[in-house]
């Protein structure tokens, strides 16, 4: 009998309500489509990104939980000792009093019949390469505290590390105040609690972690107790408030990752986000790099990332944390620390060496995680199962149409380059529009108002994914290949799209292909569903299953996105004016466009007059461009919630020569633009940049441009760093001093050269050899001698001190072919940075300058160049 009917049979009678033409909804019901996708977003996805649990007060102390109110006293008290930057008398002394005025009261609270507490407080001293620097310290101080079980011998420790000291001109009550808190009510309540662990808890509050990490890598390379730890749960923060997220996992510990999803209250974790963070998009890093390279610890990295505006500004400050905040932290933390506690992969972790995960949390409800093999086989299975249903619904479609398989093959391969190029479309259209803006100066303008982004990248997203496929609708004339079916194969065609990109980024070893696979599993679902029944070849009846297979993978991906886009919105402003961070968003917008709408946007085709969505879409974009860029919400800072960081150096230059005459003596502000706009927001303004330069040149002409960059941040950002002259010398304290102790020559090749350093706690030594010269030895870490920055940078060894402030002794060996020491050998300069110090009367002068919404991060240098 059979021929299957098409959606043409079902047309409505020409006296029945207009509801249907042709088999298709009125046009105005496709914007109920779409915003049916767009309330789903708002209505879930956003309050469960944002849910937090009910904070516990001291009324519930008795249930041996988590204590919010607790906390957020002690961090009430932390953080109003204000700056605490490494030497300041806030770290070395307030904090450090704090912190060891809690642990010692918690031991004096500890269940003594139980565990065993025990108090360290030590100074380290170290030097490591990091960047395109040497990271050398002094008197940085650790407290550890070790909480073992009563007359435990155990040799296998759990170590928990955050840090307490802080940014220049921030109080860091969530960098990471918050986190030590955390930690001292987790240690109280495992102390107080008659509960047991099976293996000993050291937990680590460094003293200097903003530095660039040295305290942990004091502790790990020097502390008795470091080689018994062989986990960690490191504690830090990239924002403030909201929910904590696992950052990192492992590596190639995934028993690490069942752990989290055995023991984790609020999950919150992706390993797309681990391997975006390990390839250095973020730009930060924590502790935990050093447990793993110095320690070869493995262990969970966990961190606060919403709100990253106040990072390390003067706006981190307990107002901007809620309680409830703290208590998710603490749940989670309390519960892994626990549960690691008593894991009996501890004993041994190198035997639980197997490899990396895949884990994800969907919406904060439920934890997903397997093993990384177990995502490649889940991976080509689905994909294999898309082509295999795929070829199936095609056979079906020519047996209904009663054509040849071919010609149905014939029309799906049109159809496939038309959905590439949409896909394509949909990918780059945002780009576009990113570096149209940025060419333009308009930069960062959905910075402050993140709902720009749905009109300037999204709708540009969808329009891309709309647009080619509709307009082929609109052309196509196949009568023998129904307009249903033309739809389904557009639809089969964004399924191989993902099946290839799932199994190629699988294949590359990338553990974040699992995002192409969900929406891509729930696609096969449905088409399954509807091969099963008669609903595949029964007009649009198809598409029910098909909408409702996607509403999990549009939630989860519209999810994933939004976490990216939130974390990653405020590093815009302290990434540097080098790094477009535009297309960064852009791309983020468009993927999770991609993956969201894929399977969805196509059937506005389902509707009478697509194009009146496309319109639609495209005035949105019009509308949100102008915005953008010419009225107030386009512009990027606002006070208090999202400024502009805006740091300098107020520099004095001396160089000395040879004979040590001085041959050059300026000064000026060295400025380090953060963002990409620069200076240009500060036209119009009672800021004065007259005269400013950029110092490209002067990187081409002296040592490290002549210039007393600061961190690796500086040095990495230099050519695009400013300098504004000014006239009168920039004042400085006279507490520093370079002295040549001795000249020694040590044989017929090599020169030694021993000095003396005095100065502030954070002080820079540039070392740069002549080209017949070798710097052969020193006094400092010898792997940064052995492998140096690349040219044109010099030896950069960035020297910090906390409680120990005894002068830098240190010695240099050169080696010359000929052994003529009586010429120049090397250059040496040296910059002593006196942070905390507010400056001489025209340097204050210029900080009041800047406007309301500008943060300022600055503070006085003398910088010294030396020819020996």
Same mark, same amino acid.
């Given at each position: 009998?059979?021929?299957?009917?098409?959606?043409?049979? +079902?047309?409505?009678?020409?006296?029945?309500?207009?509801?249907?033409?042709?088999?298709?909804?009125?046009?105005?019901?496709?914007?109920? +489509?779409?915003?049916?996708?767009?309330?789903?977003?708002?209505?879930?996805?956003?309050?469960?990104?944002?849910?937090?649990?009910t904070?516990?007060?001291?009324?519930?102390?008795?249930?041996?939980v988590?204590?919010?109110?607790?906390?957020?006293?002690?961090l009430?008290?932390?953080?109003n000792?204000?700056?605490?930057?490494?030497?300041?008398?806030?770290?070395?002394?307030e904090?450090?009093?704090?912190?060891m005025?809690?642990?010692?009261?918690?031991?004096?609270?500890?269940?003594k019949d139980?565990?065993?507490?025990?108090?360290?407080?030590s100074?380290?001293s170290?030097?490591?390469?990091?960047?395109?620097?040497?990271?050398?310290?002094?008197?940085?101080?650790?407290?550890?505290?070790?909480?073992?079980?009563?007359?435990?011998?155990?040799?296998?420790?759990?170590?928990?590390?955050?840090?307490?000291?802080s940014?220049?001109?921030?109080p860091?009550?969530?960098?990471?105040?918050?986190?030590?808190?955390?930690?001292?009510?987790?240690?109280?309540?495992?102390?107080?609690?008659?509960?047991a662990?099976?293996?000993?808890?050291?937990?680590?509050?460094?003293g200097?972690?903003?530095?660039?990490?040295q305290a942990?890598?004091?502790?790990?390379?020097?502390?008795?107790?470091?080689?018994?730890c062989?986990?960690?749960?490191?504690?830090?923060?990239i924002?403030?408030?909201?929910?904590n997220?696992?950052?990192?996992s492992?590596?190639?510990?995934?028993?690490?990752?069942?752990?989290y999803?055995?023991?984790?209250?609020?999950?919150?974790?992706?390993?797309?986000g681990?391997?975006?963070?390990?390839?250095?998009i973020?730009?930060?890093d924590?502790?935990f790099r050093?447990?793993n390279?110095?320690?070869?610890?493995?262990?969970?990295?966990?961190?606060?990332?919403?709100?990253?505006?106040?990072?390390?500004?003067?706006?981190?400050?307990?107002?901007?944390?809620?309680?409830?905040?703290?208590?998710?932290?603490?749940?989670?933390?309390?519960?892994?620390?626990?549960?690691?506690?008593?894991a009996?992969?501890?004993?041994?972790?190198?035997?639980?060496?197997?490899?990396?995960?895949?884990?994800?949390?969907?919406?904060?409800?439920?934890?997903?995680?397997?093993? /990384?093999?177990?995502?490649?086989?889940?991976?080509?299975?689905?994909?294999?199962?898309?082509?295999?249903?795929?070829?199936?619904?095609?056979?079906?479609?020519?047996?209904a149409?009663?054509?040849?398989?071919?010609?149905?093959?014939?029309?799906?391969?049109?159809?496939?380059?038309?959905?590439?190029?949409?896909?394509?479309?949909?990918l780059?259209?945002?780009?576009?529009?990113?570096?149209?803006?940025?060419?333009?100066g308009l930069?960062?303008?959905?910075?402050?108002?993140?709902?720009?982004?749905?009109?300037?990248?999204?709708?540009?997203?969808?329009?891309?994914?709309?647009?080619?496929?509709?307009?082929?609708?609109?052309l196509?004339?196949?009568?023998?290949?129904?307009?249903?079916?033309?739809?389904?194969?557009?639809?089969?065609?964004?399924?191989?799209?993902?099946?290839?990109?799932a199994?190629?980024?699988?294949?590359?070893?990338?553990?974040?292909s699992?995002?192409?696979?969900?929406?891509?599993?729930?696609?096969?679902?449905?088409?399954?569903?509807?091969?099963?029944?008669?609903?595949h070849?029964?007009?649009?009846?198809?598409?029910?299953?098909?909408?409702?297979?996607?509403?999990?993978?549009?939630?989860?991906s519209s999810?994933?996105?939004?976490?990216?886009?939130?974390?990653?919105?405020?590093m815009?402003?302290?990434?540097?004016?080098a790094?477009?961070r535009?297309?960064?968003?852009?791309?983020?917008?468009?993927?999770?466009?991609?993956?969201?709408?894929?399977?969805?946007?196509?059937?506005i085709?389902?509707?009478?007059?697509?194009s009146?969505?496309?319109?639609?879409?495209?005035?949105?974009?019009?509308?949100?461009?102008?915005?953008?860029?010419?009225?107030?919400?386009?512009?990027?800072?606002r006070?208090k919630?999202?400024?502009?960081?805006?740091a300098?150096?107020?520099?004095?230059?001396?160089?000395y020569?040879?004979?040590?005459?001085?041959?050059?003596?300026?000064?000026?502000?060295?400025?380090?633009?953060?963002?990409?706009?620069?200076?240009?927001?500060?036209?119009?303004t009672?800021?004065?940049?007259?005269?400013?330069?950029?110092?490209?040149?002067?990187?081409?002409?002296?040592?490290m441009?002549?210039?007393?960059?600061?961190?690796?941040?500086?040095?990495?950002?230099?050519l695009?760093?400013?300098?504004?002259?000014?006239?009168e010398?920039?004042?400085?304290?006279?507490?520093?001093?370079?002295?040549?102790?001795s000249?020694?020559?040590?044989?017929?090749?090599t020169?030694?050269?021993?000095?003396?350093l005095?100065?502030?706690?954070?002080?820079?030594?540039?070392?740069?050899?002549?080209e017949?010269?070798?710097?052969?030895n020193w006094s400092? /870490?010898?792997?940064?001698?052995?492998?140096?920055?690349?040219a044109?940078l010099?030896?950069?060894?960035?020297?910090?001190?906390?409680?120990?402030?005894?002068?830098?002794?240190?010695?240099?060996?050169?080696?010359?072919?000929?052994?003529?020491?009586?010429?120049?050998?090397?250059?040496?300069?040296?910059?002593?940075?006196?942070?905390?110090?507010e400056?001489?009367?025209?340097?204050?002068?210029?900080?009041?300058?800047?406007?309301?919404?500008?943060?300022?991060?600055?503070?006085?240098?003398?910088?010294?160049?030396?020819?020996?």
């Amino acid at each position: 009998m059979e021929k299957l009917i098409s959606h043409e049979s +079902f047309e409505a009678p020409k006296n029945a309500a207009p509801k249907k033409a042709n088999g298709k909804l009125q046009w105005y019901f496709a914007g109920g +489509f779409l915003m049916f996708w767009g309330l789903l977003f708002f209505a879930i996805v956003i309050p469960l990104f944002y849910r937090l649990p009910t904070a516990m007060t001291m009324e519930d102390a008795n249930k041996n939980v988590f204590i919010a109110e607790r906390a957020y006293r002690n961090l009430y008290t932390l953080s109003n000792i204000g700056t605490k930057v490494t030497g300041s008398t806030e770290n070395e002394i307030e904090a450090v009093n704090f912190i060891m005025k809690e642990v010692t009261q918690i031991q004096k609270d500890c269940l003594k019949d139980y565990f065993d507490l025990e108090i360290d407080l030590s100074q380290v001293s170290g030097g490591f390469p990091y960047k395109t620097v040497l990271n050398t310290y002094q008197g940085a101080q650790n407290i550890a505290v070790k909480l073992a079980p009563k007359n435990s011998t155990s040799e296998t420790y759990l170590l928990v590390n955050s840090h307490f000291d802080s940014k220049p001109a921030t109080p860091s009550a969530s960098d990471a105040g918050f986190m030590i808190v955390t930690m001292l009510e987790v240690l109280r309540v495992i102390a107080t609690t008659m509960q047991a662990i099976e293996h000993p808890i050291v937990f680590l509050f460094n003293g200097l972690e903003e530095g660039s990490m040295q305290a942990s890598h004091g502790f790990i390379t020097h502390h008795r107790w470091a080689p018994y730890c062989k986990a960690v749960i490191n504690l830090d923060a990239i924002g403030s408030g909201g929910r904590n997220v696992l950052f990192q996992s492992g590596p190639n510990h995934p028993w690490l990752a069942a752990c989290y999803k055995k023991y984790i209250k609020h999950p919150f974790a992706t390993s797309m986000g681990e391997e975006v963070f390990q390839m250095g998009i973020i730009p930060s890093d924590s502790d935990f790099r050093q447990f793993n390279i110095y320690g070869k610890i493995p262990g969970l990295d966990m961190g606060q990332c919403i709100n990253g505006f106040v990072y390390h500004t003067k706006h981190d400050t307990i107002d901007v944390i809620p309680r409830e905040s703290l208590q998710n932290t603490g749940d989670n933390a309390l519960s892994l620390v626990r549960g690691l506690a008593n894991a009996t992969e501890l004993h041994n972790t190198e035997a639980h060496k197997t490899g990396r995960a895949v884990y994800y949390d969907f919406l904060g409800l439920y934890f997903f995680y397997y093993s /990384e093999a177990t995502g490649k086989c889940l991976n080509y299975v689905v994909a294999g199962a898309a082509l295999i249903l795929i070829l199936i619904s095609i056979w079906r479609m020519a047996e209904a149409s009663q054509v040849t398989i071919c010609h149905v093959i014939r029309w799906f391969i049109l159809v496939m380059v038309i959905q590439i190029i949409s896909f394509v479309l949909g990918l780059a259209l945002p780009i576009v529009v990113a570096y149209g803006m940025d060419s333009f100066g308009l930069s960062l303008t959905y910075y402050s108002t993140p709902m720009l982004i749905v009109g300037l990248y999204v709708c540009p997203s969808l329009i891309g994914l709309s647009l080619p496929i509709t307009i082929y609708y609109s052309l196509q004339r196949n009568d023998k290949i129904s307009t249903s079916y033309h739809l389904q194969l557009a639809l089969h065609s964004q399924a191989v799209i993902l099946a290839l990109l799932a199994t190629s980024v699988t294949a590359l070893g990338f553990r974040s292909s699992y995002i192409f696979v969900i929406p891509l599993l729930f696609y096969v679902i449905s088409l399954a569903l509807n091969l099963m029944t008669i609903l595949h070849d029964l007009g649009f009846a198809w598409a029910a299953f098909l909408k409702l297979s996607q509403i999990i993978p549009f939630l989860y991906s519209s999810y994933l996105v939004y976490i990216f886009i939130v974390v990653m919105t405020p590093m815009g402003g302290r990434s540097g004016s080098a790094s477009n961070r535009d297309l960064f968003i852009a791309v983020l917008a468009a993927v999770g466009t991609v993956l969201s709408f894929g399977f969805l946007v196509p059937l506005i085709n389902t509707f009478r007059r697509p194009s009146f969505m496309i319109f639609a879409l495209l005035a949105t974009t019009a509308l949100s461009l102008y915005m953008a860029s010419s009225t107030q919400l386009g512009f990027p800072y606002r006070p208090k919630t999202s400024g502009q960081r805006v740091a300098y150096l107020h520099v004095r230059n001396k160089f000395y020569d040879y004979d040590g005459t001085l041959s050059k003596d300026e000064s000026g502000y060295l400025f380090n633009f953060q963002d990409r706009r620069e200076e240009t927001p500060f036209v119009g303004t009672d800021v004065n940049l007259t005269g400013m330069v950029g110092i490209k040149s002067n990187c081409e002409r002296y040592m490290m441009c002549g210039m007393p960059l600061y961190d690796y941040r500086y040095v990495q950002n230099r050519l695009q760093s400013k300098w504004l002259p000014r006239s009168e010398p920039v004042e400085t304290p006279d507490s520093s001093n370079l002295e040549l102790l001795s000249k020694t020559i040590v044989n017929s090749t090599t020169c030694r050269f021993e000095f003396n350093l005095t100065g502030p706690s954070h002080m820079s030594i540039f070392i740069q050899p002549y080209e017949d010269v070798i710097i052969s030895n020193w006094s400092f /870490e010898r792997t940064y001698l052995e492998n140096p920055p690349e040219a044109p940078l010099s030896y950069h060894i960035y020297f910090t001190y906390g409680i120990d402030d005894s002068p830098l002794n240190f010695f240099v060996e050169c080696s010359k072919p000929d052994g003529d020491f009586k010429v120049p050998l090397f250059q040496l300069g040296v910059s002593w940075h006196y942070i905390g110090h507010e400056g001489d009367t025209e340097s204050k002068k210029l900080k009041s300058s800047f406007p309301s919404y500008s943060i300022v991060s600055e503070w006085p240098v003398l910088y010294q160049r030396y020819i020996y």
